[in-house]
């Protein structure tokens, strides 16, 4: 069993920029790809990044290609969300995942889940 605690979200003018934390305890969660998701207010939630389990490997959703970046320590157990140029359609909770599959650049079915982090981005 794997316990992921997100920290790092706030709220940052347009243009700003926060960096996200998840931090992975209790299991092997070096074995895990890591990555994050978001959900706005009233939309579905959405992929975001996501690093290999050997962090050799990463990916991201067109709308934050150039502008975040998705990073692992070199234990492996926390995983970072780099986020520049913060537009205001970034506002969401994002939430830390970890999982064993990515298919064609896309984190898919997570098996474990953060409890979600709050980012307002203001205009």
């Known amino acids: 069993q794997v316990q992921l605690a997100e920290s790092g979200g706030g709220l940052v003018q347009a243009g700003g920029s926060l960096r996200l934390s998840c931090a992975a305890s209790?299991?092997?969660?070096?074995?895990?790809?890591m990555g994050w998701f978001r959900q706005a207010a009233g939309k579905e939630r959405e992929f975001v990044a996501v690093i290999s389990s050997n962090g050799l490997s990463s990916y991201s959703a067109d709308s934050v290609k150039g502008r975040f970046v998705i990073s692992r320590d070199k234990n492996r157990d926390t995983v970072y969300l780099q986020m520049n140029n913060l537009k205001p359609e970034d506002t969401a909770v994002y939430f830390c995942?970890?999982?064993?599959?990515?298919?064609?650049?896309?984190?898919?079915?997570?098996?474990?889940w953060g409890q979600g982090t709050q980012v307002t981005v203001s205009s």
């Open positions: 209790g299991g092997t969660s070096t074995n895990y790809h």
């Open positions: 995942a970890a999982g064993r599959s990515i298919v064609r650049g896309t984190f898919t079915a997570p098996e474990y």
